[in-house]
């Protein structure tokens, strides 16, 4: 008689185990909090158009967004590259405390071919507690006569706190 109640009771254990995964992903979905990352973003001071010796300028925007509703993160440095991965400048105005949903940016004028058509900036931020990690994006646009372009790149995380 044992043996024809194992079946009934497999069936509620494989049951149950089958409810518990399907709660997994909805928890395995919220978003990863850290105390601190390093952020490499590709920015483009200039693009080639036709022959390469043909440079289009741009204006590139650094943008740093906390996107944390509770905690406050802290910039700690933003540096400026060239492509041979030179350290050009640093921004010490994007040293500050963001609070939640704040922003700050840096920004390389259009004139300044600094950095060049492989540069890039490298932010550094921290928090007290953990935090969802901020947007980090360039906004890079031109225009020149009847031309323009803009386009947009998101920061890769290198090193995690």
């Known amino acids: 008689m044992r043996n024809q109640h ?3 009771h ?3 254990l494989a049951t ?3 409810a518990l995964l399907c709660a997994v992903p909805a928890a395995a979905g919220k978003p990863g909090r850290v105390q601190g990352q390093t952020v490499y973003v590709p920015a483009y001071s200039h693009i080639y158009h036709g022959v390469k010796t043909r440079e289009f300028l741009l204006t590139v925007t650094l943008s740093i967004r906390n996107t944390d509703p509770a905690v406050p993160i802290r910039i700690v440095s933003v540096e400026l590259f060239d492509e041979s991965g030179k350290a050009l ?3 010490p105005g994007t040293q500050k405390t963001l609070a ?3 922003v700050t940016e840096a920004v390389l004028e259009e004139r ?3 950095g060049g058509s492989g540069g890039a900036f490298l932010v550094r931020w921290e928090s007290k507690q953990p935090a969802l990690p ?3 994006q360039c906004v890079m646009i ?3 006569n009847s031309q323009g372009i803009s386009f947009l790149t998101e920061g890769r995380v290198v090193e995690e706190r």
């Open 112 to 114: 300044d071919p600094s």
């Open 16 to 18: 149950a185990l089958l």
């Open 100 to 102: 939640p949903f704040a």
């Open 10 to 12: 497999v069936f509620c």
């Open 89 to 91: 400048r640093s921004y």
């Open 142 to 144: 031109g225009s020149s």
């Open 134 to 136: 901020p947007v980090v």
């Open 6 to 8: 194992r079946p009934v």
